[in-house]
């Protein structure tokens, strides 16, 4: 399988992966983020946030309010959390996950409580915790 690895041992260091893997992504791509509570889900978003051409300021977890647009161009980038969904693939279905790649880039924390919904092909980042400051970042494509 066709995968890329990134050992990180600062935020820092994972903000500037993000920015990294954010330069490339564009209307249309899916990014799954899969990794445990603290792991770096929202830290790295604020990288690729950047990376994309958003403001990386506004960046926060979107826990409590399901989706947050980041504005970047004509084509934004949508940043949901699925943690507190009880039907994670309903509720995809109905905010229009569709709708959000017809216009921009989505990043979705705890994708993994979701299935079917997900689109393919998309990215999907593993956030692996191996040390209070060091983070091993894992990507793929699913197609
Ligand atoms: N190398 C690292 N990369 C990313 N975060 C790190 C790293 N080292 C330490 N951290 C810390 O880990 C925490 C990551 O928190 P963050 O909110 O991004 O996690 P999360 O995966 O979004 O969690 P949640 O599931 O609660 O949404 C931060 O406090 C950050 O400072
Ligand atoms: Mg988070």
């Known amino acids: 399988m066709n995968e ?4 990180t041992t600062s935020v820092d260091e994972t903000y500037a992966v993000g920015r990294e893997i954010g330069a490339t992504l564009g209307a249309g791509d899916c990014l ?4 445990t509570l603290g792991a770096g889900k929202t830290a790295i978003t604020r990288g690729i946030a950047e990376g994309y051409g958003a403001d990386a300021s506004n960046v926060s977890s979107p826990t409590y309010v399901l989706c947050h647009q980041y504005p970047a161009g004509d084509r934004p980038l949508y ?38 919904t997900l689109p393919h092909p998309r990215w999907e980042l593993t956030i692996d915790i191996t040390g209070e400051n060091s983070r091993t970042l894992t990507l793929k494509r699913i197609e």
Do not use: C, K, P, Q
């Open 32 to 35: 799954a983020l899969l990794g």
């Open 79 to 116: 940043h949901l959390d699925l943690y507190r969904m009880v039907s994670a693939d309903e509720e995809l279905e109905d905010i229009g996950l569709e709708d959000f790649l017809a216009e921009g880039a989505v990043v979705i924390e705890w994708a993994n409580l979701a299935g079917a």
């Open 4 to 7: 890329t690895i990134y050992n």
